[in-house]
């Protein structure tokens, strides 16, 4: 299956996230900083990221940005999770962003994104 990095700083949805994912044969990798996520991405070569908006460190946004401008990187979807939903707007003319998440999510909801997304 694929390699999914989450970007993640609260402890309970990183768990979530893993506890939906893995079983369905996903390999998890992840942070809980804006910071490492481009030193994580860069060595699990992810198939997708799960992105918050709001992290300690680099934002979402930056972190999004920086995955677009590394040419190993740039095709990699990022789906971002966020709380606030008029966040959407910034991100709608990223081309590396395939999705959103509004939190709270379902773990239906996480699973449908997931899945359609990696089918691209």
Known sequence: M??????EDEQMILDLITMVLEPKGHT???TQDGD???????ESKP????LDVMLP???GFSVQN???EDEKLKRVPVIMMTAKSQMEDVFKTSPNVAGFI??????KDLLEK??????R
């Open 47 to 50: 198939d997708l990221v799960l």
């Open 102 to 107: 509004a939190k709270p999510f379902s773990v």
């Open 66 to 68: 920086q995955l677009y």
């Open 57 to 59: 460190g680099l934002d």
């Open 28 to 30: 998890i990798v992840h």
């Open 2 to 7: 694929a390699t999914i990095l989450v970007v």
């Open 114 to 119: 997931v899945s359609a997304v990696l089918k």
């Open 36 to 42: 490492k996520a481009m030193e994580i991405a860069k």
